[in-house]
Each structure stands twice: as structure tokens, then as C-alpha cells.
């Protein structure tokens, strides 16, 4: 059983859009045949519905060593911010992932302006605003 | 974990879609190994039926992984995607027979064009047929699905829930009224505590 490891530089793991997103994968026992390992930034959706999910930048080891460490280092995008509502999240992270076995660890981050992540309003019918009867 | 007047966000709605699709499918009784044996004697020719919400598309999510990946060699899995149906239907037919089992989800989404070639392309050397359908059909059926309260309370488990918490509480009650369809069991379980109707603090075990 591999063990991948992030480890990041801020360890709040909160990015104004610009910064550097920076810190350490370790990783152990990975299958002999594993063919590469690969550090990427990605934003998810997470939510009732469909996912969606985009990688925005990558680092690839080719035919990676059982054991070993890398240091990496990505920059916070503009957009889109960590934003949470009701129905859905987007989620970014730094995600580990080898292939082909697609074993995966993720460390999810905050990316906005404010360093936080930002809600939105609830706008459905009866919620979040009241209503004169 | 409450950031939005009195509810979940998404991020942290432990009925998210994330979650729920991660939960593998459970058979009732019978392991894995005694099921896969039941498909491969049927030669992979068979159909998982069940109602709305039952597990279909579920188990087979779980088969995709579970089929030992030396043989058959391909598995084409057709799946909510009706505008590519019959472009993949040709090409897995027209080709010569390489092993792939064709898997569709949802026989019904199809057009009665496609379903007759389906059902015709048993008589094609291909590697084999598994299709999900509400009702009975011309392939033999290899799984009834037909979840009970303690299907739901696998699915709760998976997510944290332990069998005495609220949560489950209401999951069995819903779980009658929308007459044993687990998805929407699991729909109005995200809407409940995304709206804070449903407090999650202190029941997941």
C-alpha cells in the first residue's frame, strides 16, 4: 500500500489569487510498476449535482522511485475563489496522484481575495431574504 | 462547519455527490466471487434490473472494477450520454470481436433502433452485453435490485452515520416514503442539512 504525503508551506493553507502555492509531497512504497507521479493544482465542484473538475498546472515524476520526496510550487489563480453555497462548493486543492494506478491524496486550500473562502447567498424561494406575507 | 445561515455548505454537506457515488455496491447476501461466477456462466450477457434508485448504476460502477482486467481485454460503459449512444453502439458492433463487453446504464434512455441492435448484437461475436433496466427484458437478469432498510443503513455506515442517529432516524422514514429509492433518500438528506433542517453535529459516528 502506497502513502503519499502534502505537506504546504502556509500551513492555513490560505492563498490570496497571485500567491505562491508551495511545499513538499513525500511519498512510500509505490507498486514497482507505477509508471509516473504526478503533483497538480486542481479545482473541484463538490455539491448535489455533477461534478466538475480542472487541472490548472502539473509536475511529473516519470517512472518514480518506491520511496522519495519533491518539493513543488504552483501560483494561486484569479479564478475562480473558494466559494461555498448551499447546492455546491468549489473546492481547490493539491493533489498527489499515481499513475496508472490513479491512487490519489489531495490537500484542499483556500484561494480568494480575502484569504477566505466566500459564501453565496441562499436566493431560493423562502430562503435567505424574507418575504412580506 | 456552519457558515451559511443555518445550514451546510456544500463543501461540507456529507451527502454531496463526492461522497455518496464512492460508496461501493453490497450485495445483500452472496460475495463477489459468487456473483462474478453467476455473470461469467451467463457468459456476460445479462441485465441488472431494478426501480429508480435501486443501485443499478451503482453495481455497475462497482463491476467495471471488479471484472478481472485480463479478460475480457475492453469495457465500454455507456452511460447519461444519449447524443453519443449510437456512434459508440456502431463502433463496438462494426469492429471484430476483441473481448469488450459492452455495459449500458439505462436500456430505457435508448431508442427502440438501438435497443434492437443491442439485443440482436448477442448473436454478434462480441465479448459480452450487460445492460441496467427498470423492467424485466430479453437478456437474462443477473441482479434484482431491490434495496431494504438495511441497504440504507450500509449507505448511512459508509457515510458516518451510526444506526442510532437522528439522521438515520429520518433516512428510514424517508426511505419509506419515497418507497425505497436510496437516491432520492440521499437528495433530500443533502437538502435537509444544506438548509439546516437536519443538524449533523454529534450523530456521525
Redesign the interface.
Given at each position: 500500500m502506497s502513502k503519499l504525503s502534502i505537506q504546504l508551506a502556509n500551513s492555513e493553507a490560505c492563498y490570496l489569487p497571485g500567491e505562491a502555492i508551495s511545499g513538499r509531497l513525500d511519498w512510500s512504497g509505490l507498486p514497482e510498476e507505477s509508471e509516473s507521479l504526478e503533483v497538480r493544482l486542481i479545482w473541484?465542484t463538490?455539491?448535489?449535482?455533477?461534478?466538475d473538475f480542472e487541472v490548472i498546472d502539473a509536475t511529473t515524476i516519470e517512472s518514480p522511485s518506491q520511496d522519495g520526496e519533491t518539493m513543488f510550487q504552483f501560483v494561486a489563480q484569479r479564478y475562480p475563489n473558494s466559494i461555498?453555497?448551499?447546492?455546491?462548493?468549489v473546492?481547490w486543492a493539491v493533489e498527489a496522484i499515481v499513475f496508472p494506478e490513479c491512487e490519489a491524496e489531495h490537500h484542499e486550500l483556500i484561494i480568494s481575495p480575502t484569504r477566505r473562502?466566500l459564501?453565496?447567498?441562499?436566493t431560493g424561494a423562502g430562503?435567505?431574504k424574507e418575504t412580506k406575507p | 462547519m456552519t457558515?451559511?445561515?443555518g445550514?451546510?455548505?456544500?463543501?461540507h454537506?456529507p451527502?454531496?455527490?463526492?461522497w455518496t457515488d464512492a460508496i461501493p455496491f453490497r450485495f445483500p447476501s452472496g460475495s463477489w466471487d459468487f456473483h462474478l461466477g453467476r455473470l461469467r456462466q451467463m457468459r456476460y450477457c445479462a441485465a441488472i434490473v431494478g426501480r429508480k434508485g435501486s443501485g443499478k448504476t451503482t453495481l455497475l460502477d462497482t463491476l467495471v472494477r471488479q471484472l478481472p482486467p485480463q479478460s475480457p481485454s475492453r469495457y465500454v460503459c455507456i452511460q447519461r450520454c444519449p447524443s453519443n449512444h449510437r456512434r459508440t453502439i456502431n463502433e463496438v458492433l462494426n469492429q471484430k470481436n476483441d473481448g469488450t463487453i459492452l455495459m449500458v446504464d439505462g436500456m430505457q434512455r435508448l431508442s427502440f433502433a438501438n435497443c434492437r441492435r443491442l439485443l440482436q448484437s448477442r448473436k454478434v461475436p462480441i465479448g459480452g452485453l450487460i445492460v441496467t433496466a427498470h423492467r424485466r427484458c430479453a437478456l437474462p437478469t443477473w441482479i434484482h435490485c431491490q434495496p431494504d432498510q438495511a441497504s440504507l443503513q450500509y449507505v448511512l455506515t459508509h457515510l458516518g452515520f451510526s444506526a442510532d442517529s437522528e439522521i438515520t432516524r429520518h433516512a428510514e422514514a424517508a426511505f419509506v416514503r419515497f418507497r425505497g429509492n436510496v437516491r432520492e433518500v440521499l437528495?433530500w438528506l443533502?437538502?435537509q442539512v444544506?438548509?439546516g433542517q437536519l443538524a449533523i453535529h454529534g450523530t456521525q459516528a
Open positions: 473541484f463538490r455539491g448535489k449535482g455533477t461534478r461555498s453555497g448551499k447546492l455546491i462548493s473546492v473562502e459564501y453565496i447567498p441562499a430562503e435567505g | 457558515g451559511i445561515s445550514g451546510v455548505p456544500a463543501r454537506n451527502f454531496a455527490t463526492e437528495r443533502y437538502d444544506a438548509t
